[in-house]
């Protein structure tokens, strides 16, 4: 499989280089070159396998040439064998037609770990047969940071480097970081805020002279085309598991950075029937805004009871916005340039080529607890605030009940304790693996808002 760039301008990749890559060359983000299709006597004939086999169905051509079958064949089993509910990703029904898919039953109870914990297996294959070692670097404002620790805790040949803003990720997200203590992790509280972050990291990857070209950063947001890919699974999981594909499946996701959706988006191009696709946001609500007035303009970032969609722009609506131009990739870099600097719509029919596919609807941090709480005295089912926001968006904006809705469940409730005793509930226990999570020992480092400070304190641990 070749990888092209969204901009029409960086080299064209295979898998290996897209997984150690950020960014394209040109400013764009990597997509399948041709993405396979499927017919539906084809997806009929996964109904039958455990979640790492359809894995294995759906990831396979994306990493061929890459990665062997028989070590990819491995890497999955050991990826979702990992998870605490033997369904991997279980559905549970809330009412007629309508379910939550449980994206969270991971080691750090995030639907990030779906594709971080295959990234690290990845990223541990590939550089060991390079003879190569890396740098991770990334910004989080919670669940990134931990999925990627967790999944590249054991990798042989890198160095991770996690910068979180000092004292505002929640305890929970901050330990279930930095209580994973190991030699080549380094825990960064930046005395800033989360954009502070983000932004040291985007200058990082722009000039990495800091690591003396000698090491290459190696991105884990969702840039990143590996992450997506492996989010393309469970679409078809929950799909084959509701009568798919001689049924067709609706979806709503709570989405930020719209990497999750976007994998909703693909398993459909690859053949997969789904309805309708909701986009379900916070106040943060750029892309809702988009799609209901064709108009891309920034807002200034509004702090959430659902920090993981807390965002201005959304970067992997570039992926979509490359398709919707008939993948294009110079319209896209003028697009891009002119939504750098002034608020942008597209042309009618493109847009109408998005909304046959695309709602979308937002949800304030009041009616995301009201769901909480409306949903818990329903059916005794305590949602997390990010998935709460996918349910009720779902109800608002959803076409038919003919077609199963189905709200992806990206976080545990336990994570996001804050929203729920808001909702007037009370919060849940830790889960049985993570019940000491409070009197582990930490490893964190507080640095300066200083883009110098940060990458002087990288380059020595680098170079121990
Ligand atoms: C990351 C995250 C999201 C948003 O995912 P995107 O890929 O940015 O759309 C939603 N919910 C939770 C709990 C998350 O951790």
């Known amino acids: 499989m070749k990888y092209i760039s969204t901009r029409g301008n960086a080299p064209e990749l295979g898998f290996e280089d897209v997984l150690l890559t950020g960014l394209a060359s040109d400013g764009g983000l990597y997509v399948p070159k041709q993405l396979p299709h499927y017919p539906l006597h084809e997806i009929r004939s996964w109904r039958e396998l455990p979640y790492h086999e359809l894995a294995f169905k759906v990831v396979q051509p994306f990493v061929a040439g890459a990665i062997p079958d028989d070590v990819l064949k491995v890497m999955l089993q050991e990826t979702y064998q990992g998870f605490a509910h033997t369904a991997v990703a279980p559905l549970t029904q809330l009412d007629h037609n309508e379910y939550v898919l449980e994206l969270f039953q991971g080691p750090t109870l995030a639907f990030k770990d ?60 901050r330990r279930q970081m930095s209580t994973v203590i190991s030699d080549n992790i380094f825990n960064i509280a930046v005395e800033g805020n989360f954009d502070d972050c983000q932004q040291m990291v985007k200058q990082s990857f722009g000039d990495q002279s800091f690591l003396k070209d000698e090491r290459r950063l190696v991105a884990v947001n969702s840039i990143n085309w590996a992450r997506i890919m492996a989010q393309i699974v469970y679409y ?72 993981s969609m807390d965002i201005v722009v959304s970067s992997n609506f570039e992926r979509l916005l490359f398709d919707l131009h008939d993948r294009d990739g110079a319209s896209i870099k003028a697009l891009m340039e002119k939504m750098s600097h002034e608020d942008v719509s597209i042309e009618v029919d493109r847009m109408a080529k998005a909304r046959e596919i695309f709602d979308s609807f937002a949800v304030d941090d009041d009616l995301t607890c009201q769901t909480i709480k409306q949903v818990y005295q329903e059916t005794g089912y305590l949602l997390d605030p990010h998935t709460a926001i996918g349910v009720k968006a779902a109800r608002e904006v959803r076409r038919t009940f003919a077609v199963p809705m189905v709200t992806l469940g990206t976080a545990h409730p336990v994570k996001f304790s804050d929203a729920i005793e808001r909702a007037g509930l009370q919060a849940p226990e830790l889960p049985g693996h993570m019940s000491d999570l409070f009197r582990r020992e930490e490893r964190l480092f507080v640095l300066g808002n200083n883009l110098q400070e940060v990458q002087n304190f990288m380059a020595e641990k680098v170079f121990r």
């Not at 999925?147 to 890198?158: D, P």
């Not at 709503?252 to 693909?266: E, H, K, M, Q, R």
């Not at 191009?269 to 943060?284: C, F, H, K, R």
Request: aromatic residues 10%.
């Open 114 to 173: 779906f594709a971080l914990q295959l990234f690290g297996r990845l990223l541990d294959y590939v550089l060991e047969k390079r003879g190569e070692r890396v740098v991770i670097m990334g910004a989080t404002s919670g669940d990134t940071g931990s999925a990627a620790i967790e999944g590249c805790k054991r990798c042989q040949n890198v160095d991770i480097f996690i910068l979180h803003p000092h004292n505002r990720v929640s305890e929970v997200q």
């Open 236 to 307: 078809f999981y929950a799909s084959l598991n509701l009568g798919g594909p001689d049924r067709k499946v609706a979806f709503s996701v709570p989405t930020g950075n719209f990497g999750d959706i976007f994998a909703g988006y693909l398993a459909r191009q690859m053949g997969l029937p789904i309805e309708q696709l909701v986009i379900a946001t916070n106040q943060n609500d750029i892309l809702h805004r988009f799609m209901s007035q064709n108009l891309y303009k920034k807002e200034p970032l509004s702090h959430t009871l659902s920090p």
